[in-house]
């Protein structure tokens, strides 16, 4: 079975750094893109970026470009999402998810999602 | 960016009934090269990640009830949901995956009327 194991909830205070993971298991980890979707309270779902583990390459939204870093170890078939200085405006779910495809040029629509790891940034 | 806008925000049908979900996208998601819409619908529990329904517009996920249906080409789309049942409520979302960076519509909220 495809799964996405993602890391626990965190409260975190603003300017602190922050590193989410997000573990793959069932598939070949390195050749599927993996993804990061952000869902702030009771709001939608936005697109942050995603990495294709076999190589690390990376492609980001510009809304979060610059905001967030996404990386990965294909050793431990794991997905990270970091920041280095949150603000309150981060307080969200964070999702990690797949996207069909099967290799580096293929990157389709998300078919496995975890099940979210809650980011709370408050003083 | 392509902006998906979904109409209607929210509705509330009654049970057996159907309910109509209309997305739009500010370009074309088919892809000349493969002749497919590049469009996905998910379904969002409360408390729950979003699920996969239908991709490539029209394509139902196995095992996702045959009372979905996705239909539209080019810009504009639509998910069907025929004979509804209360285990439908949940909030709907449109989601094009023809380029970077991906995007999806705000959402529709269905609700039992």
């Known amino acids: 079975e495809v799964q996405l194991v993602q890391s626990g909830t965190e409260v975190k205070k603003p300017g602190e750094s922050l590193k989410i993971s997000c573990q793959g298991s069932?598939?070949?980890?390195?050749?599927?893109?993996i993804g990061w979707v952000r869902q702030m309270p009771g709001k939608g779902l936005e697109w942050m970026g995603m990495?294709?583990?076999?190589?690390?390459?990376?492609k980001y939204s510009p809304s979060f470009q610059g905001q967030v870093t996404i990386s990965a170890d294909k050793s431990i078939s794991t997905a990270y999402l970091q920041w280095t200085s949150l603000k309150a405006s981060d307080t969200a779910m964070y999702y990690c998810?797949?996207?069909?495809?099967?290799?580096?040029?293929?990157?389709?629509?998300?078919?496995?999602w975890g099940k979210g790891t809650t980011v709370t940034v408050s003083s | 960016d392509i902006v998906m806008t979904q109409s209607p925000d929210s509705l509330a049908v009654s049970l057996g009934e159907r309910a109509t979900i209309n997305c739009k996208s500010s370009?074309?998601?088919?892809?000349?090269?493969?002749?497919?819409?590049?469009l996905a619908w998910y379904q969002q529990k409360p408390g729950q990640p979003p699920k996969l329904l239908i991709s490539?517009?029209?394509t139902r996920e196995s095992g996702v009830p045959d009372r979905f249906s996705g239909s539209g080409s080019g810009t504009d789309f639509t998910l069907t949901i025929n004979s509804l049942q209360a285990e439908d409520v949940a909030v709907y979302y449109c989601h094009q995956y023809y380029n970077t960076p991906r995007t999806f519509g705000q959402g529709t909220k269905l609700e039992i009327k």
């Open positions: 990495i294709y583990p076999g190589d690390s390459h990376t």
């Open positions: 998810a797949r996207h069909f495809g099967g290799s580096y040029f293929s990157y389709f629509y998300i078919d496995v």
């Open positions: 069932g598939y070949n980890f390195d050749n599927y893109w």
């Open positions: 370009q074309s998601v088919l892809y000349s090269l493969n002749n497919k819409n590049h």
């Open positions: 490539w517009a029209s």
